[in-house]
């Protein structure tokens, strides 16, 4: 069914194309049939569109153009125009779903304004995929897409997320992925349960559950690979930390000779309460530093 705000014109027609995030047998027939007729393919990576099409055995005979980050805002208004010239252009990522932390919302946006047809082939996806088996609840869920990179700006996101009570989702660097996952323990609590979804459909598909603490541990030494974090939401009544008593634990530390710093995160560690959290009640009970 395609989506549209306002009459759809007799211009072209937009298509978002599912991918595969592992195995070619995954696509869609239908994405062939496309790929073999449309007027113009837009990938993010031309490279890989061209070898995905060689393991179909489909020879693509529109134009193939780059439609990646960095010239996403430039080519949407130039494939806007073959739209509106009556053409079919297609949207193909590396992997999953155009628009889901890929290429393809900024050509939609404008197709939608404009009236013309938008569709979608569905295809596999590392969101809902990694949901699906990482045994927490998915009768609801949110998908967060990748946690800032900036250890300060990384906590804030997730500190505004401790009281989220869906399932959350999450994408993230191999090489990032230990950080990540020790800022949500402090975040969410080192006890709640996560999944960590590597190399999904692939050879060396990998799933790891447990707590984030425990989780954050063991990607220590590195992890490799397409990465997907599944963390189970706040459970509504759960117990609260006693703020009062963390903070005079940060104290006694404090006064035995401790750093404060390194008191605040241990003991926010050990809690569950967000170390930035705790920092500001102790700052606001003894603001010297």
């Known amino acids: 069914m395609p989506c549209h705000n306002g009459p759809v014109t007799d211009d072209g027609r937009l298509v978002l194309a599912g991918a595969p995030i592992g195995q070619v047998g995954d696509v869609s027939p239908r994405l062939r049939e496309v790929l073999a007729s449309a007027d113009v393919v837009a990938a993010e990576d031309t490279r890989r569109l061209r070898r995905l ?17 960095a010239n996403e805002a430039g080519r949407a208004k130039e494939l806007l125009e073959s739209l ?4 079919t252009v297609v949207i193909i990522t590396d992997a999953g779903m155009p628009g889901v932390s890929d290429p393809g ?15 979608a082939l569905p295809g596999p996806s590392a969101v809902t995929t990694a949901l699906a088996v990482s045994g927490l609840p998915s009768d609801r869920f949110c998908f967060e897409g990748f946690p800032p990179r900036k250890a300060g700006e990384r906590a804030r996101r997730l500190s505004a ?34 999944a960590v979804c590597r190399e999904l459909t692939k050879t060396y598909e990998e799933v790891r559950r447990g707590g984030l603490a425990e989780l954050a541990e063991w990607a220590a030494p590195g992890v490799r690979g397409e990465i997907t974090v599944v963390v189970a939401g706040h459970v509504a009544g759960e117990t609260e930390p006693d703020v009062a008593a963390l ?19 241990e003991v926010a560690k050990g809690s569950g309460m967000p170390k930035r959290e705790l920092y500001d009640a102790v700052h606001r009970r003894s ?3």
Not at 53 to 68: F, M, Q, W
Not at 105 to 119: C, D, N, P, Q, S
Not at 167 to 189: C, I, K, N, Y
Request: net charge negative; no cysteine.
């Open 247 to 265: 903070v005079a634990e940060v104290e006694r530390r404090v006064a035995a000779g401790e750093q404060r710093k390194a008191a605040v995160a």
């Open 161 to 194: 997320l401790a009281a989220e009570e869906r399932t959350m989702v999450f994408f993230e660097a191999p090489h990032r992925l230990r950080d990540s996952l020790q800022a949500m323990a402090e975040a969410f609590g080192p006890d709640r349960p996560a």
């Open 105 to 119: 919302y900024r050509l939609t946006h404008l197709a939608v304004e404009a009236g013309i047809m938008v569709t």
């Open 53 to 69: 099409a060689t393991e179909l055995g489909v020879e693509i005979g529109g134009r193939i153009v780059s439609y990646y980050d």
């Open 84 to 87: 509106k010239e009556g053409r």
């Open 287 to 289: 603001p010297t530093p």
